[in-house]
Protein backbone atom coordinates (compact mmCIF):
# COMPACT_ATOMS: atom_id res chain seq x y z
CA UNK A 1 0.00 0.00 0.00
CA UNK A 2 2.80 2.36 1.41
CA UNK A 3 4.42 1.60 -2.57
CA UNK A 4 0.86 2.62 -4.40
CA UNK A 5 0.63 5.94 -2.62
CA UNK A 6 4.35 6.77 -3.28
CA UNK A 7 4.07 6.33 -6.99
CA UNK A 8 1.03 8.05 -7.22
CA UNK A 9 2.53 10.88 -5.09
CA UNK A 10 5.59 10.78 -7.62
CA UNK A 11 2.64 10.76 -10.43
CA UNK A 12 0.91 13.71 -9.17
CA UNK A 13 4.06 15.62 -8.77
CA UNK A 14 5.63 15.11 -12.19
CA UNK A 15 2.78 15.71 -13.80
CA UNK A 16 2.10 19.14 -13.83
CA UNK A 17 2.69 20.63 -10.73
CA UNK A 18 5.55 22.65 -12.04
CA UNK A 19 6.50 25.13 -9.52
CA UNK A 20 9.44 27.76 -9.56
CA UNK A 21 12.30 27.83 -7.35
CA UNK A 22 12.64 31.30 -5.89
CA UNK A 23 15.28 32.26 -4.32
CA UNK A 24 16.38 35.75 -2.69
CA UNK A 25 18.56 38.09 -4.13
CA UNK A 26 21.65 37.35 -1.78
CA UNK A 27 21.37 33.23 -2.72
CA UNK A 28 21.16 33.88 -6.43
CA UNK A 29 24.21 36.20 -6.41
CA UNK A 30 25.82 33.09 -4.65
CA UNK A 31 24.66 30.81 -6.91
CA UNK A 32 25.61 33.18 -9.66
CA UNK A 33 29.31 32.86 -8.31
CA UNK A 34 29.27 29.48 -8.06
CA UNK A 35 27.53 28.69 -11.49
CA UNK A 36 27.01 31.29 -13.33
CA UNK A 37 23.21 31.85 -14.93
CA UNK A 38 21.18 34.20 -16.00
CA UNK A 39 18.69 35.96 -12.87
CA UNK A 40 15.30 37.12 -13.49
CA UNK A 41 13.50 39.03 -10.37
CA UNK A 42 9.96 39.17 -9.90
CA UNK A 43 9.54 42.20 -8.21
CA UNK A 44 5.87 41.85 -6.68
CA UNK A 45 3.43 43.11 -3.59
CA UNK A 46 1.27 40.80 -1.19
CA UNK A 47 -1.43 43.00 -2.51
CA UNK A 48 -1.50 43.44 -5.53
CA UNK A 49 -3.97 41.16 -7.25
CA UNK A 50 -2.15 40.45 -10.61
CA UNK A 51 1.19 39.54 -9.30
CA UNK A 52 -0.53 36.71 -7.44
CA UNK A 53 -2.34 35.47 -11.32
CA UNK A 54 1.02 35.96 -12.62
CA UNK A 55 1.99 33.24 -9.41
CA UNK A 56 -0.91 30.91 -10.52
CA UNK A 57 -1.63 30.89 -14.43
CA UNK A 58 2.51 32.25 -15.78
CA UNK A 59 4.85 31.34 -13.55
CA UNK A 60 3.18 27.76 -12.39
CA UNK A 61 2.67 27.25 -16.18
CA UNK A 62 5.26 23.93 -16.68
CA UNK A 63 7.14 25.08 -19.72
CA UNK A 64 7.49 28.10 -18.32
CA UNK A 65 8.42 26.99 -14.81
CA UNK A 66 10.96 24.85 -16.83
CA UNK A 67 12.64 27.45 -18.69
CA UNK A 68 12.72 29.48 -15.57
CA UNK A 69 14.21 26.38 -13.34
CA UNK A 70 17.16 25.32 -16.03
CA UNK A 71 18.03 28.52 -17.45
CA UNK A 72 17.87 31.62 -14.46
CA UNK A 73 18.06 31.76 -10.89
CA UNK A 74 14.74 33.37 -10.33
CA UNK A 75 14.12 35.71 -7.72
CA UNK A 76 11.54 37.08 -5.59
CA UNK A 77 11.43 40.40 -4.00
CA UNK A 78 8.48 42.26 -2.31
CA UNK A 79 8.83 45.69 -4.56
CA UNK A 80 7.73 47.78 -0.70
CA UNK A 81 9.12 44.94 1.84
CA UNK A 82 12.05 44.76 4.32
CA UNK A 83 14.31 42.18 3.15
CA UNK A 84 18.11 44.05 3.28
CA UNK A 85 19.90 43.43 0.04
CA UNK A 86 23.57 44.20 -0.87
CA UNK A 87 23.86 44.62 -4.92
CA UNK A 88 26.20 46.31 -7.03
CA UNK A 89 28.40 47.38 -4.23
CA UNK A 90 25.55 49.17 -2.36
CA UNK A 91 23.35 47.87 0.43
CA UNK A 92 19.46 48.74 -0.13
CA UNK A 93 17.00 48.92 2.80
CA UNK A 94 13.08 50.41 3.40
CA UNK A 95 13.77 52.76 5.98
CA UNK A 96 9.98 53.79 5.63
CA UNK A 97 8.64 50.11 6.00
CA UNK A 98 5.70 50.48 8.59
CA UNK A 99 4.27 46.61 8.75
CA UNK A 100 3.37 44.09 6.45
CA UNK A 101 -0.71 44.92 6.83
CA UNK A 102 -0.35 47.88 4.77
CA UNK A 103 0.85 49.18 1.41
CA UNK A 104 4.33 50.48 2.44
CA UNK A 105 6.99 52.61 0.23
CA UNK A 106 8.92 51.44 -2.78
CA UNK A 107 12.11 49.66 -1.20
CA UNK A 108 15.49 51.16 -2.23
CA UNK A 109 16.18 48.58 -4.67
CA UNK A 110 12.76 48.72 -6.41
CA UNK A 111 13.74 51.91 -6.72
CA UNK A 112 17.29 51.38 -7.77
CA UNK A 113 15.97 48.99 -10.44
CA UNK A 114 13.44 51.49 -11.68
CA UNK A 115 10.28 49.88 -11.05
CA UNK A 116 7.73 51.87 -11.61
CA UNK A 117 5.04 49.32 -11.47
CA UNK A 118 4.37 45.87 -10.37
CA UNK A 119 4.09 43.34 -11.83
CA UNK A 120 7.23 43.90 -13.22
CA UNK A 121 10.09 40.77 -14.37
CA UNK A 122 13.88 42.30 -14.44
CA UNK A 123 16.53 40.13 -16.25
CA UNK A 124 20.09 40.11 -15.51
CA UNK A 125 23.14 38.85 -17.32
CA UNK A 126 25.59 35.82 -15.82
CA UNK A 127 27.48 39.36 -14.36
CA UNK A 128 24.20 40.65 -12.96
CA UNK A 129 24.28 43.70 -15.49
CA UNK A 130 20.56 44.66 -16.70
CA UNK A 131 19.46 42.81 -19.48
CA UNK A 132 15.84 44.18 -20.02
CA UNK A 133 12.57 44.01 -17.58
CA UNK A 134 8.57 43.35 -18.89
CA UNK A 135 5.99 45.08 -16.71
CA UNK A 136 2.37 44.25 -16.37
CA UNK A 137 0.08 41.19 -15.72
CA UNK A 138 1.52 38.80 -18.60
CA UNK A 139 0.68 35.24 -19.64
CA UNK A 140 2.54 32.23 -19.84
CA UNK A 141 2.31 32.51 -24.09
CA UNK A 142 3.19 36.56 -23.78
CA UNK A 143 6.16 35.86 -21.65
CA UNK A 144 7.68 32.48 -23.11
CA UNK A 145 9.43 34.11 -26.39
CA UNK A 146 11.21 36.80 -23.92
CA UNK A 147 12.18 33.60 -21.38
CA UNK A 148 13.44 31.62 -24.84
CA UNK A 149 14.85 34.22 -26.17
CA UNK A 150 16.87 36.15 -23.12
CA UNK A 151 17.82 32.38 -22.13
CA UNK A 152 19.68 31.43 -25.19
CA UNK A 153 20.96 34.89 -25.68
CA UNK A 154 19.68 35.60 -28.67
CA UNK A 155 18.54 38.96 -27.85
CA UNK A 156 21.97 40.15 -28.11
CA UNK A 157 21.10 39.69 -32.21
CA UNK A 158 18.21 41.97 -32.23
CA UNK A 159 18.65 45.12 -32.54
CA UNK A 160 15.90 46.99 -34.51
CA UNK A 161 12.13 46.26 -34.13
CA UNK A 162 11.89 44.50 -37.60
CA UNK A 163 14.40 42.17 -36.34
CA UNK A 164 12.19 41.49 -33.08
CA UNK A 165 9.00 41.38 -35.56
CA UNK A 166 11.14 38.43 -37.90
CA UNK A 167 11.75 36.65 -33.76
CA UNK A 168 8.50 36.29 -33.25
CA UNK A 169 7.26 35.30 -36.45
CA UNK A 170 9.82 32.19 -36.22
CA UNK A 171 9.65 31.83 -32.80
CA UNK A 172 7.34 28.01 -32.21
CA UNK A 173 5.20 28.66 -29.02
CA UNK A 174 5.05 25.35 -26.36
CA UNK A 175 2.09 27.28 -25.17
CA UNK A 176 -1.18 26.73 -26.31
CA UNK A 177 -3.88 29.36 -25.49
Known sequence: ?????LLTLFLIQASGFAQVRWMTMTQALAAQKKEPK?????????????????????????????IINEKFYAVKFESDGNETVSFAGHTFINPDYKN?????????????MNINMI????????????ITSLSGALK??????????????????????????????????????
Not at 38 to 66: G, S, V
Not at 100 to 112: C, D, G, R, V
Open 119 to 130: PTMVFLDEKADP
Open 38 to 66: KILIDFYADWCAPCKEMDKFTFNHPEIAK
Open 140 to 177: AKEVEPYFTMIASDEYKNIKTRKEWESYQKKFRSKIKD
Open 1 to 5: MKKIL
Open 100 to 112: KKTKNPLHQFSKY
